[in-house]
């Protein structure tokens, strides 16, 4: 249970910061914007994956970053498709 509410509350915070760094208005309520960080992780750790062999588990600032960027690139896409 703890597991999915820290899923939950990361993908809030790396939803919000990808929506107050993306350019422009991003609209979407709270529910989207948690599924867009939480999605964001996921294309950020597959990138990560078809980079490294190295599965190293915690929580690293480029992690974290590479989670933001994600999410914008998922923004992105879902603006311009």
Do not use: D
């Not at 190293?56 to 992690?63: D, E, K, M, S, T």
């Amino acid at each position: 249970m703890f597991k999915l509410i820290s899923i939950v509350f990361s993908g809030l915070i790396v939803g919000l910061a990808a929506r107050f760094l993306y350019p422009g208005p991003v609209e979407m309520g709270l529910g989207r914007t948690i599924l867009l960080g939480i999605a964001g992780s996921l294309v950020a750790g597959l990138a990560a994956s078809w980079g490294s062999r190295n599965r190293g588990g915690g929580i690293g600032r480029a992690g974290c970053l590479a989670s933001i960027v994600g999410a914008m690139v998922l923004i992105f896409i879902g603006r311009h498709l």
